[in-house]
């Protein structure tokens, strides 16, 4: 009856998300079910895997680097205060709640990397999708960003006679307030308004996502690289979402393959075709 519901709310038209949101709650009804043994097994788990569209692919719509240029300079000048995050986001593909969990104490300014510990999601603090930590690399232009950005924060917490390592335990990322950040003031007041002020076509923020690994990828860096900064739990993952963006350089590859006599009979006949049109 489970499976019956979900494919019938699937063939219906309903989003992915949408879905979702039926399952997510019907789960957690029967885990207290059973954790109260009224029921011995959940009907609502797995069933995912069975009525999802086939067919059904995530659109991913990557700013080019043009696009991603405009972004950056309009939110420096204009709303700086988010600057250092969104170019975080921009430049090691951080997803939303990985961004507004990160602490100070994450970041190697050393080694230029950031451990990504935790993802902050409905305003509890989780680990970070995968279950997994990893280690992301940072440009040199990121990393002088943030690096000044807490040198201010240190510069402030001394003025307040506060600790220093209270500095790097508070988020890097916050409102101008202070406080922590709200994922939906942050797509719609800051990320939106953004693009509008840039006069940029609307993406998703998590599309900042998708954008860092297609410029990655354009640049002729391996998927197998991406998959390690993106935190894919597979490398089959990170084919499947950016495979088809892996440039048409690998005709180059190819080349390298054929025989180098079939490179000499195609100059030479190129340069016999020269010399019959000059004749």
Not at 62 to 79: A, C, G, K, N, Q
Not at 94 to 110: H, S, T, V
Not at 133 to 143: A, E, N, P
Not at 250 to 258: G, I
Request: with cysteine; charged share 30%; aromatic share 6%.
């Amino acid at each position: 009856m489970v499976k019956r519901l979900i494919a019938d709310k699937v063939q219906a038209g309903l989003s992915w998300s949408t879905v979702k949101n039926i399952i997510v709650p019907l789960r957690e009804i029967y885990n207290h079910a059973m954790e109260d043994g009224v029921v011995i097994a959940n009907p609502a788990a797995r069933v995912g895997k069975f009525n999802r569209k086939r067919n059904q692919e995530k659109k991913i719509e990557p700013l080019t680097r043009e696009e991603l240029s405009i972004l950056l300079e309009t939110v420096e000048d204009r709303m700086p205060h988010y600057y250092p995050l969104l170019l975080c986001a921009a430049r090691t593909g951080m997803r939303e709640g990985e961004l507004i969990g990160l602490k100070g104490g994450d970041i190697d300014f050393n080694g230029r990397l950031i451990e990504v510990q935790r993802n902050v999601v409905r305003k509890r603090v989780t680990t970070p999708k995968n279950g997994k930590t990893r280690r992301v690399d940072m440009s040199l232009q990121l990393t002088n960003t943030i690096e000044r950005l807490l040198a201010r924060r240190k510069a402030e917490a001394l003025k307040r006679g506060m600790s220093l390592d209270d500095v790097m335990e508070d988020w890097v990322f916050t409102t101008p307030q202070g406080t922590q950040l709200d994922p939906n003031n942050l797509r719609k007041r800051v990320f939106y308004r953004a693009l509008a002020m840039a006069g940029l076509r609307r993406v998703r923020f998590h599309d900042l996502r998708h954008t860092y690994a297609s410029l990655l990828i354009q640049q002729g860096e391996s998927l197998a690289y991406v998959k390690d900064q993106l935190g894919h739990h597979s490398i089959q993952i990170t084919v499947d979402t950016y495979g088809h963006l892996v440039p048409g350089g690998n005709r180059q590859a190819v080349d390298k393959l054929d025989d180098v006599r079939t490179d000499r009979r195609q100059d030479i006949g190129e340069s016999g075709s020269r010399m019959v049109a000059r004749q």
